[in-house]
């Protein structure tokens, strides 16, 4: 692919890939405040969306194998947890900016959390294996995964372990 094109498609994977998420936070918000067709509205968009995202992905030859894939998503947490966030963080604080000081320290240390896992997955994928956990529990505030069972509060911002979400 020549390097315009591929260009294009990147930002229209970008692009894509920000009105997805933002299209299901809406439908959240719009669920809390009494919205439910508005909340289905957002969430079918969203899958619109997503499937905008897979077609550029396939253009872009980003679909390979799962181990291809934890390798990638793998690469990604490191580097947030590495360089990214310590660089935002401190402009952040360079900046007196404690909404964003505390968002991004939040992101940071539950980074680490997902690096573990996808490090486990591919472990067990380059062996030829499935992982054994069968659940995995997401923090509601942070974002902190916990195999198996969530803990009795999260490490990362202290909510109650109840409160995490099963996957």
Do not use: W
């Not at 009105?19 to 619109?48: C, M």
């Not at 000081?101 to 486990?120: G, I, P, Q």
């Amino acid at each position: 692919m020549k390097k315009m094109t591929e260009k294009t498609i990147q930002d229209a994977l970008a692009g894509e890939s920000q009105a997805y998420a933002k299209y299901l936070i809406f439908a959240d918000v719009a669920r809390e405040e009494g919205y439910p067709n508005v909340a289905k509205l957002f969430e079918a968009i969203a899958y619109a969306e997503r499937i905008h995202i897979r077609n550029h992905m396939e253009a872009l030859g980003d679909l390979t194998n799962t181990t291809e894939h934890i390798k990638k998503a793998l690469g990604g947490e490191n580097f947030e947890v590495e360089e990214m966030y310590d660089a935002f963080m401190a402009v952040a604080n360079h900046q007196e900016e404690k909404a964003a000081v505390k968002t991004h320290r939040l992101a940071f240390e539950a980074e680490k959390s997902h690096a573990e896992a996808f490090e486990k997955a591919l472990s067990s994928v380059e062996s030829s294996k499935d992982i054994s956990t069968e659940e995995v529990y997401i923090c509601p505030t942070c974002g902190y995964s916990s195999e198996s069972s969530p803990p009795e509060r999260c490490p990362v911002c202290k909510v109650k372990g109840e409160k995490f979400l099963k996957f």
